[in-house]
């Protein structure tokens, strides 16, 4: 089964700083990986999707990459802002199956003004 | 692209009581997820529907649990007999054959 672990749990920063938030995978057989950004009590926005033939994603201060053989994904945020502070989530898809998404815990992020 | 919705967005219920949740994917996705996410984990796949099949549950989805996508649009989750293990919020997705996946607002449910 696969298990996504998200280090660390919680991060404050202050505003300006750039950040890196961590995930790693048991299985590298994945298809794809995602992050996602969920504010209190509301669903979740799609962030970056990497293909797993695909080493790296970007969309404006939102950097992604993706290493399959070390199970790992990284999100860099650049220049954080208080408007960035939300709960960030990676997950993972199967190469088969569902194709339904493995969730880390999640990091619960703030960006102190 | 209205985006998925869900209904209702909170339900208090009583414990033993039934509850049934609505999920509206994006029109021309054939692929709907619900979830299930409790107050500081990850959300965990329930079921998956390809069209108006149901392709596939997780262990998590107890008998009490069942799950309808009849014409292949809308998706009905319901949960008899409730129990306080049940409070969570229930998410709903949908996506196309290859594509990411687009969440709902999520329906809230807490049992009392």
């Known amino acids: 089964k696969q298990e996504v672990t998200q280090i660390p749990a919680a991060l404050s920063v202050p505003e300006g700083e750039n950040l890196v938030l961590n995930c790693s995978f048991t299985?590298?057989?994945?298809?794809?990986l995602q992050w996602f950004r969920q504010d209190p009590g509301k669903g979740l926005t799609s962030l970056l999707l990497i293909q797993s033939s695909q080493r790296e994603q970007t969309s404006g201060r939102l950097n992604a990459s993706l290493d399959k053989s070390s199970g790992r994904s990284t999100l860099y945020i650049a220049a954080s802002q208080p408007g960035d502070s939300a709960t960030y989530l990676c997950?993972?898809?199967?190469?088969?199956?569902?194709?339904?998404?493995?969730f880390g815990t999640g990091t619960r992020l703030t960006v102190i003004p | 692209d209205t985006g998925v919705s869900q209904d209702p967005r909170h339900k208090i219920t009583k414990r033993g009581q039934n509850v049934t949740f609505r999920c509206d994917p994006i029109s021309e996705h054939n692929r709907l997820y619900w979830y299930r996410q409790t107050l500081g984990q990850g959300p965990e796949f329930l079921t998956y529907?390809?069209?108006?099949?149901?392709?596939?549950k997780s262990r998590l989805l107890s008998d009490r649990f069942s799950a309808e996508r009849p014409k292949g649009s809308f998706s009905t989750l319901e949960i008899q007999r409730t129990e306080q293990g049940d409070s969570a919020m229930y998410l709903c997705a949908s996506s196309p054959d290859t594509g990411k996946e687009h969440f709902g607002p999520g329906t809230r449910l807490t049992v009392t």
């Open positions: 529907f390809q069209n108006e099949a149901q392709l596939e």
């Open positions: 299985d590298s057989a994945i298809y794809n």
């Open positions: 997950a993972a898809v199967h190469q088969t199956g569902a194709n339904n998404l493995f």
